[in-house]
């Protein structure tokens, strides 16, 4: 049985920094692509980072650029987001998902094609 599991989130000052970890169970992380998402009050759910399957790549939206940096570790089968420098509106609950129908490759899977998703870590970015 497939199983990630969010952790690392809470309440951080703006400027301040946390680092959230995607822990797999049923499921070997650094053979499929994992990416990271957030969902906002009344927002819609935002891509915010993805590390690909078999090269390692790594995708970064816009408004996190400079600031997160996505990474594996293949001794804890756990994919972390470091965040730096954090904002106000980087708060969000934080999701990471998985796509275990294929290996990706210089690219990184679309939302609707993760087919395993965590439970989610609240993080709130507030003085």
Known sequence: QVQLVESGG???QPGGSLRLSCAGSGVTLDIYA???FRQAPGKEREGVSC??????STRYADSVKGRFTISRDYARN???LQMNSL???DTAVYYCATDTKRIWGGSCPRPHEYDYWGQGTQVTVSS
């Open 87 to 89: 904002k106000p509106e």
């Open 78 to 80: 756990t994919v972390y």
């Open 34 to 36: 994992v990416g990271w």
């Open 51 to 56: 590390i690909s399957g078999s090269d390692g």
């Open 10 to 12: 809470g309440l951080v």
